[in-house]
């Protein structure tokens, strides 16, 4: 979604997960037209403390060093503006939760777009087919690959 001229997106864990040091293969095409459009100031950057917490147990069963950790976990907090789910988000996530998709970390992402109005940067096939059978609104939701199409 655009708020006076700019692109405002969250970003879901996958896109978090290099500054703290965790390869993710394919992802460079986006992370170069996030940073891109970010340096021309069209777009505002949201994360949620649910993708610092996922990227912390990913870099818990992996060697990692704690300098690039250090330093990336800064550069997403002076970078990024935090976003959460509303409480009307957090019971969204938990009825999603009940209509049966597994992961709640993602609910809570998608949740927190669809509260704040902003777009969630997302490459989960699984978590876009969920939401479309269960006729939630997939507005919100920006596949990467729309996305670097759209703004690469």
Known sequence: MKSSGRLRLLL??????PAVGVEVEGVE????????????RGLEVYYS???VM???WKLAKLDYDPSIVETGLSLIR?????ANPTPKGYVKALELK???FRDLMDLLLYATALSHGILFLTR???????LKEVEEDTSVVLFEEEFVKRYA
């Open 12 to 17: 879901d864990t996958t896109y978090i997960l």
């Open 49 to 51: 403390h649910f993708s």
């Open 54 to 56: 996922e990227a912390l």
């Open 29 to 40: 095409k986006a992370l170069e037209t996030l940073w891109r459009l970010k340096r021309r």
């Open 98 to 100: 009940r209509k049966g």
């Open 124 to 130: 989960d096939v699984r978590l876009l087919t969920f």
């Open 78 to 82: 002076e970078e990024f503006t935090p």
